[in-house]
């Protein structure tokens, strides 16, 4: 199984994939309020533990959890809004309603 490529073996085409890829997450981080984002990142990207974040930020457990849990709903919708063709309209069906 041939490793990875190196981003030095990358051909133009996928370099430019990649760096897109990259404004889009850094799109989406941006658009998330600082609050979340803060939560996020630590989380996420330097992989602190929930009891770590509360206690460098100084706020209760169950409150990062539900940051964390709202940081990652804007992070999904953020990334969905920029992965649609501009113009593109969502299709969304409704629940027909009983009579």
């Known amino acids: 199984m041939p490793d990875e490529a190196s981003p030095d073996d990358r051909g133009p085409e996928q370099a430019a994939a990649v760096r897109q890829a990259h404004d889009r997450l850094r799109v989406a981080l941006d658009s998330m309020d600082l609050e979340k984002r803060a939560i996020f990142v630590m989380f996420?990207?330097?992989?602190?533990?929930?009891?770590?974040?509360?206690?460098?930020?100084?706020?209760?457990?169950?409150?990062?959890?539900?940051?964390?849990?709202?940081?990652?709903?804007?992070?999904e919708l953020a990334i969905d809004r920029l992965a649609r063709p501009r113009g593109a309209a969502w299709s969304v069906r409704l629940p027909r309603t009983r009579s």
């Open 44 to 75: 996420e990207i330097d992989e602190m533990a929930c009891d770590e974040i509360a206690a460098i930020l100084g706020i209760p457990l169950g409150t990062v959890y539900s940051r964390l849990h709202a940081a990652r709903k804007a992070f």
